[in-house]
């Protein structure tokens, strides 16, 4: 089998790290697309000044760092302002992926954990697309003990696709309602049809 390209996504609080965190289990490389936009946020980046230059100061810390929490105020509550956020991101992302991309060695499977998958031209980097979901009272259950407000919670899930968009974009979609063997034992039987497909 040659290399694969796994786009693992779903709705904010659905558990794509729990799902990641499986296949590193069953021997995938993963990518969280999220680490790699904190990295390219960093101070002395060109992408922490595009977004300085963007939104102003007011987005920054006392250490002069990008605060996340500033910076997700301001552009959640403006699709407009995350637009423009996105188009300064996706492509410094998308870069260093294609470049994990050609590290792979036959047999490899990748897996990129991100929230816009396909939102972005992202999705044209993967071979296929696994979608997480859970029910949405559980999405915003899990959102509510990582401590964000229930409005702020169903702001941040009414920016994002809907269950069907998901659904239709799919190749795979794993079921995480709360059942942990449940979800794992999904994970594993996609892991092992993906890995005895053949490969052109």
Same mark, same amino acid.
């Given at each position: 089998?040659?290399?694969?390209?796994?786009?693992?996504?779903?709705?904010?609080?659905?558990?794509?790290?729990?799902?990641?965190?499986?296949?590193?289990?069953?021997?995938?490389?993963?990518?969280? $697309?999220?680490?790699?936009?904190?990295?390219?946020?960093?101070?002395?980046?060109?992408?922490?000044?595009?977004?300085?230059?963007?939104?102003?100061?007011?987005?920054?810390?006392?250490?002069?760092?990008?605060?996340?929490?500033?910076?997700? $105020?301001?552009?959640?509550?403006?699709?407009?302002?995350?637009?423009?956020?996105?188009?300064?991101?996706?492509?410094?992302?998308?870069?260093?992926?294609?470049?994990? @991309?050609?590290?792979?060695?036959?047999?490899?499977?990748?897996?990129?954990?991100?929230?816009?998958?396909?939102?972005?031209?992202?999705?044209?980097?993967?071979?296929?697309? &696994?979608?997480?979901? $859970?029910?949405?009272?559980?999405?915003?259950?899990?959102?509510? $003990?990582?401590?964000?407000?229930?409005?702020?919670?169903?702001?941040?899930?009414? @920016?994002?696709?809907?269950?069907?968009?998901? @659904?239709?974009?799919?190749?795979?979609?794993?079921?995480?309602?709360?059942?942990?063997?449940?979800?794992?034992?999904?994970?594993?039987?996609? &892991?092992?049809?993906?890995?005895?497909?053949?490969?052109?």
């Amino acid at each position: 089998m040659s290399a694969r390209v796994i786009g693992l996504t779903g709705p904010i609080g659905a558990g794509k790290s729990l799902v990641a965190s499986m296949l590193r289990e069953l021997g995938a490389k993963v990518i969280d $697309a999220d680490a790699i936009v904190h990295d390219e946020q960093s101070r002395g980046t060109v992408g922490y000044s595009a977004i300085v230059q963007t939104f102003g100061t007011g987005v920054l810390g006392e250490d002069k760092e990008i605060d996340r929490a500033k910076l997700a $105020a301001e552009v959640f509550a403006d699709p407009k302002k995350l637009a423009r956020l996105e188009r300064i991101m996706h492509p410094r992302v998308i870069a260093r992926i294609l470049e994990a @991309r050609k590290m792979l060695r036959e047999n490899d499977v990748m897996v990129v954990e991100a929230i816009k998958l396909l939102e972005s031209d992202l999705r044209n980097v993967c071979d296929e697309i &696994w979608i997480v979901l $859970a029910p949405r009272a559980l999405l915003l259950e899990r959102l509510r $003990a990582r401590g964000l407000p229930q409005p702020e919670a169903e702001i941040r899930l009414a @920016r994002q696709a809907s269950e069907e968009e998901f @659904r239709a974009a799919a190749d795979v979609v794993i079921s995480n309602d709360g059942d942990r063997d449940a979800t794992k034992a999904h994970v594993r039987d996609a &892991w092992e049809r993906l890995r005895s497909a053949p490969r052109g």
